[in-house]
């Protein structure tokens, strides 16, 4: 998520959004593949043993050319940091009994406008953040890419759309992700989503009265969630969305195209041995300045294993956090700096009729006519999308940021099924005061923690300002009541940029680093640029490339 040829393994079938006929459930039962492989007790590893590649993390930008090594007969292990999750059981429908999906360690937040992080940056299992992403998988468009090019500041990608295209197509059909077609901005694409667009939710319907009236173009949003039965290969048939609301959290049965459903059954399906609940704490080099072997502890116990090639993937906290700790591509100087993270503004509003925020796919319309809003005064741009909330989420940032408490909160909560919301996610650039540090405190592995400083610069706060306004708009035009804003900042980027040169950049434009050439990052920390949509879906594709790219250097 080859340049050429673009498998298609996802089937859809007719698009009932639930199987009501007994039937047809039993022949789809029947039809099951095994079920997705679950953590099996782990055998004490051999110490001479030595792999071809060791997968670090397995999220999205891990478990895409995992599978792919795997597929190419390579003998490749992953490490994970957290466990297997069985969905049908771990998967409550409770926010707070899910937990368990976020990376929790403690991070250390600095600068003028602190990150929230826990669940808002990553995650923890084998699935990674996409256990609990909400699916929301647009492209970017072609001018993402070209920040610098259009605007004089920012960075440019070291490659184009044309060549991340076939990519997202490939993700697209595979993961099985619902949309429009066509899709109403962006370049014409040769083959449409693989599935219809999943139904919308209030909010998103209350939005599409508001744009409307004030000219706004809006569309069913891109969302890794099936609308209707999918095959799946190494899974077998996986099952529609049933609009149980809780994406921000895990999908209970399937159907959010999370990584331990669709490219990790795949992977294992061609032999890759994955080993969870395996904390790495150093990567070993030889006399040459290469990669030899990575140590981890598995259940409390310390392993070493060898390696020819390494490939990180472990997001943009964890992964400059390892390559500082073991001073590994470091000769540019760019690791942990270039941080950013996407404007996330959210406006809230209360209607008459009653929302139900926590119903259907939580980011069901999205509108991208304000990609490059022509009274901008700022760089890039942003797009717009509907929310769904859960209502403890949505407790805590009423206290934060209408500071009610006691009383005054709870009454505000008793219109929970009359709230809706809008957000954005928009672009933020560069900038010398907003990087990663390790601190000199140490966490419960004993391993030094990250810092993450960060700072909403001019561009980011301009841009706030203008979309805050359009939702506002937006909100009003709709017929709501109280509105009001909650300011945010989400997706942790570009602490180890991909570039041209080793000069400013850490790793090439097929993610080898300059100056480690048998170690490969995976994730979106190699990010020139934040992009101004969700970055699941382009760190899938670049996984796949990156995967491609190495195999065609092997060969």
Not at 38 to 52: A, G, L, R
Not at 281 to 290: H, K, P
Not at 477 to 484: K, L, Q, V
């Amino acid at each position: 998520m080859p340049d050429e040829e673009i498998a298609e393994e996802g089937v859809a079938t007719p698009l009932e959004t639930t199987v009501q006929d007994p039937l047809l459930r039993e022949i789809l039962t029947e039809n099951q593949a095994a079920a997705t492989p679950q953590e099996q007790p782990q055998p004490t590893p051999d110490k001479s043993e030595e792999v071809d590649c060791v997968v670090i993390g397995l999220g999205a930008g891990g478990a895409p050319l995992l599978a792919r090594l795997a597929q190419a007969g390579l003998k490749v292990v992953a490490l994970e940091a957290g466990p297997w999750h069985q969905p049908e059981t771990d998967f409550a429908t409770d926010e707070q009994a899910q937990d368990f999906l976020f990376w929790n360690d403690e991070r250390l937040a600095a600068g003028g406008t602190p990150l929230a992080m826990g669940r808002n940056n990553s995650g923890t299992g084998v699935g990674g953040s996409t256990l609990h992403y909400t699916a929301y998988t647009p492209r970017p468009l072609p001018d993402d890419l070209t920040l610098k090019t259009d605007f004089g500041v920012g960075e440019d990608w070291p490659l184009t759309y044309d060549e991340l295209a076939p990519y997202f197509e490939e993700v697209e059909q595979f993961i099985g992700v619902s949309g429009p077609t066509p899709y109403p901005w962006g370049p014409a694409r040769p083959k449409g989503y693989p599935m219809a667009p999943l139904p919308l939710n209030s909010a998103a319907q209350l939005m599409v009265r508001g744009a409307e009236k004030l000219g706004i173009r809006t569309s069913p949003a891109a969302n890794a969630a099936l609308s209707a039965p999918y095959f799946q290969e190494g899974v077998g048939w996986r099952q529609a969305c049933t609009n149980r609301g809780f994406c921000q959290a895990g999908c209970s049965n399937g159907a959010k195209s999370s990584m331990d459903v669709t490219y990790i059954p795949l992977a294992v399906k061609h032999g890759a041995d994955i080993r969870p609940n395996s904390y790495v704490t150093e990567i070993e080099r030889n006399a040459q300045g290469l990669v030899s072997a990575v140590v981890y502890t598995q259940n409390e116990q310390s392993h070493r294993i060898a390696c020819k090639h390494l490939f990180l993937c472990a997001g943009a906290v964890e992964t400059p956090r390892l390559l500082l700790l073991n001073e590994l591509a470091l000769t540019s100087g760019q690791v942990g700096r270039n941080l950013m993270a996407h404007t996330g503004i959210q406006v809230w509003g209360t209607f008459p009729e009653e929302v139900r925020p926590t119903k259907g796919i939580p980011g069901g319309l999205i509108s991208q006519d304000t990609h490059r809003p022509k009274d901008a005064d700022f760089v890039g741009g942003y797009l717009l999308q509907s929310i769904g909330v859960m209502p403890v989420t949505f407790a805590g940032q009423t206290a934060r940021g209408r500071k009610l408490w006691g009383k005054a909160l709870r009454d505000y909560m008793q219109q929970f099924n009359h709230i809706a919301g809008i957000n954005i996610l928009g672009d933020c650039l560069p900038h010398k005061d907003n990087y990663l540090e390790l601190s000199d405190e140490l966490d419960n592995k004993q391993v030094r923690k990250p810092r993450i400083h960060f700072t909403a610069q001019e561009n980011e706060v301009r841009m706030t300002a203008h979309a805050e306004k359009t939702m506002r708009d937006i909100w009003a035009a709709a017929g709501a009541t109280d509105i009001w804003s909650f300011d945010r900042y989400a997706h942790v980027i570009g602490t180890a940029r991909m570039g041209l040169s080793g000069d400013d950049a850490v790793v090439d434009r097929d993610g080898r680093a300059f100056d480690v050439p048998n170690l490969y990052i995976s994730d979106n920390s190699t990010f020139p640029s934040a992009l101004s949509v969700n970055p699941a879906l382009t760190i899938m594709a670049l996984s796949l490339r990156t995967a491609d790219k190495f195999l065609e250097n092997l060969k």
